[in-house]
């Protein structure tokens, strides 16, 4: 499922099969989650698509063919194939061991092809191994939504009481880990969303209301996953003394102007940007002793540009998946 120009439906297209290089790995596709950043893709709102593209960073296949320089890797073996596709492991950032910022990235599904296809090829380094423990489509949304929630979280420190703003595919995953480490979340939905309200208290969160209430007593830590800039300055207003807000997502409308009295008191503002290799390391280790329930709804490949309007719509409780 091709996008060739910005803001059109994505076209089914039959493709030749492609040969992997030295370093690469070709998979078969045996789900590709949908995650919100699709949507950004399509809309146009990331600098510097590569067009024409195939979408899709959250995938699950297996390996049908390999590069000749490929160690660690062997056919047949189920993998993951994650949003960072590439890093040119040399610029200052890749030597801090923040490759997740790197100069010289290449992002699946945005400037190297993904996985809303039957096939994709991938640099082998960035691929996981994911064993054989778990359904295709339930471990495709933990390839973005868990992962990128799980740095989230990270970033969020040891905050005990901790509120998610948006309540969807990524937070349907982190409610379950946070509770895991014995946290308590607060659910912040668009406001009069029961459905996802009774969602969130049904995997876990202490309390669920509007994203313009007030949680019941301030909060350690917030992490914004909904795409909404209104979101930031409500949530500063929810945390204590020295709390933290996390922006997880990858676009946000414009932040209003806000005063300076809800940043004061050492509160901290931060963003979360892509991801790195031991994030999805740490976070696919830990994942099976959680035994996170990932709720999909699954889509044909074909009616990838349905999917990808449910989501906008909201019309399904955590994530949609794409097999073909
Ligand atoms: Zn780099
Ligand atoms: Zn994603």
Known sequence: MVLRKLKTPLEWTELPDREPGPQEIRVKVLACGVCRTDLHVVDGELPDPKLPIIPGHEIVGRIDAIGSAVKDLKLGERVGIPWLGHTDGSCPYCQMQRENLCDHPLFTGFTRDGGYATAAVADARFAFPLGEVGSDISLAPLLCAGLIGWRSLVMAGDAKKIGFYGF??????????????????????????????????????VWAGGSDDAPPEPLDAAIIFAPVGDLVPA?????????????AGIHMSDIPS?????????????????????DGIDFLRLAPQIDIKVTTTRYPLQNANQALADLRAGRFEGAAVLTP
């Open 235 to 247: 949530a500063l207003k929810a945390v204590r003394k020295g709390g933290r807000v996390v922006c």
């Open 258 to 278: 806000f005063p300076y009295s809800i940043l004061w008191e050492e509160r901290e503002l931060l963003s979360v940007a892509n991801l790195t290799r031991k």
């Open 168 to 205: 969807g595919a990524a937070a349907h995953i982190l409610v379950q880990v946070a509770r895991w480490q014995e946290r308590s979340v607060y659910a912040f939905t668009r406001d009069g969303d029961a459905r996802s309200q009774l969602f969130a208290k049904a995997l876990g969160a």
